[in-house]
């Protein structure tokens, strides 16, 4: 094979073509207005976020990982409570648990879509157990008709990790609308990404938007008035007027995430030993990443960096066995979905702007390595 074009795992492209103006003339609009916390940009954000998503609240804070923490403590998750997440997730929706003083409970994805299903939920209730936490991982929802039925049998509060997946549908309606409260990430690789880190907390609940709106300012609503001991994570001004632009191209982003995925879907069904994303029944999948799974995982990493092609792994070590979670003594072996899926895992570019030629090169890759 004569060695192509390179292709970086990610980049920032001006797509659509223009958004890049767009947003240069948003941030000088933000400099311009000196309202630089808290400003109305701020504002007008999290309303056109939560009209965008069909959600009464959108909270804007200063990231993923302080969004899921705050929510987890709107909806009540204290010390000594238990908290079940999925073993194959970002590392922050554990580090939300260990912020709030509970106990994180992991619990195996299912084979076929990467998600916590509601069996596997089941399997690790304990008369504990506050809340859990469903990862829509990769940008594919979880069935979160089951889950929000299991949730009213057995009052458990659901905080939905919606980081991945900005835009994506279940049944017809949006990813972090379903749980009592969701945590987005506006990390710039995101679907939709700011220019640094932001983050919201998505509600339908009038205490809970209270709540995070007072937590992520000190605890006050009013100044120098503090009613709990709350934290600075505020949504800066700034990324507020770059997200707004952006939110208003994100069904064309997600659009053209989805096309790509839909070319790699078609160019690499049955090659070697792939397995390709799978999309359940209801779900929209915004691909946040494209996975692919391959019993020679690394030496197809390899030989793809040796024809230019840049690759990530997600996630190369389950939550389970990093050495931060070495207090909870859990052992190898003890998740083998999860484990599995950090052994075979492979994540090959896609993001908007992406070009015809890049993609192509990719998939001429992938396939050289299995002839
Ligand atoms: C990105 C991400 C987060 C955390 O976001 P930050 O803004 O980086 O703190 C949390 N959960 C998942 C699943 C993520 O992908």
New binding site residues.
Partial sequence: MTPGIAVPFFGFRDFPAGIEREVQAALICALESKQYILGEQVTAFENAFASALGARYAVGVG??????TMSLKAAGVNAGDEVILPAN??I??AH?VLQVGATPVFAEPDTYTYNLTTASIEAKITNKTKAVIP???YGQPCNMDAIMTLANETGLKIIE?A??AHGATFNGRKAGTFGHVS?F???PT?NLGAIG???AVVTNDTEVAEFVRKYRNYGELQKYHNEVAGVNSRLDTIQAAVLHVKLKYLTKLNAERQRLASVYLAELYNTGDLTLPFTATGCTHVY?IFNIRVRRRDELQQFLKAHKINTAIHYPIPVHLQPAYSCLEHQVGAFPIAEELTATSLSLPLYPGLSEHEQEAVIKAVKAFFN
């Fill in positions: 990231n993923g990982l302080d969004a899921l997730t970002f922050a929706t939300a990862v829509h991982l990790d980081a991945q945590a990430s506006f990390y995101k880190d932001a983050g946040h």
